[in-house]
């Protein structure tokens, strides 16, 4: 299993990103993906989750309306596009993949400060 993130970078607050997630060595559209961070002394938290057909997600309370989740089975990709960005959005984001184990990217870092 192989989960390669990019998109990441600075940004002003309110500003926009689109995360992506490239994925290699499972079938990839057979399991649900998610993204999650981890900022500065705080733990890995939970940001979105897409199901396997791309039907259902779900998200943190703290990024409700502002991000969305998407996947392209065709490319075995998966996005995190992110609007309205604040300060406390600041973390690094990694893709995440449950099979048989979780299995985690290298991480891509998204600073927002002005």
């Known amino acids: 299993v192989q989960l390669v993130e990019s998109g990441g970078g600075l940004v002003q607050p309110g500003g926009s990103l689109r995360l992506s997630c490239a994925a290699s060595?499972?079938?990839?559209?057979?399991?649900?993906m998610s993204w999650y961070r981890q900022a500065p002394g705080k733990e890995r938290e939970l940001v979105a989750l897409i199901s396997s057909g791309g039907g259902n997600t779900n998200y943190a309370d703290s990024v409700k309306g502002r991000f969305t989740i998407s996947r392209d089975n065709a490319k075995n990709t998966v996005y995190l596009q992110m609007n309205s960005l604040k300060p406390e959005d600041t973390a690094v984001y990694y893709c995440?993949?449950?099979?048989?184990?979780?299995?985690w990217g290298q991480g891509t870092q998204v600073t927002v400060s002005s």
């Open positions: 995440n993949v449950n099979r048989y184990g979780n299995y």
């Open positions: 060595g499972f079938t990839f559209n057979r399991y649900a």
